[in-house]
């Protein structure tokens, strides 16, 4: 939506857009997670070996210097590179 069609909205709809838009997300999210989890069956079913790491604090460290020089180049992208992080 643009800010300025934001803009026009009461503040009552805007209460109303934001909190739909976080139910979208949430559900978004649980569906995500439940496709995951089935497409993840479907692949060890068919004998595919997966890896899974329990400690990724090793991989992680060692993208610190990657996310670092990324950033030098795209400052604004800060926020999704902690995200990254976060997961």
Do not use: C, H
């Not at 439940?34 to 497409?39: G, K, T």
């Not at 090793?58 to 993208?63: I, R």
């Not at 030098?72 to 999704?80: A, I, M, R, V, Y």
């Amino acid at each position: 939506m643009s800010k300025r069609t934001w803009d026009g909205l009461t503040a009552e709809q805007q209460e109303i857009v934001a909190e739909a838009g976080k139910n979208s997300t949430d559900l978004q999210r649980k569906l995500w997670q439940e496709r995951e989890l089935a497409s993840m069956k479907i692949v060890k079913d068919g004998g595919v070996m997966v890896n899974e790491i329990a400690d990724k604090a090793p991989f992680q460290a060692a993208m610190e210097p990657v996310y670092a020089q990324f950033l030098t180049s795209n400052p604004d992208l800060q926020g999704l590179v902690d995200l990254f992080k976060a997961n």
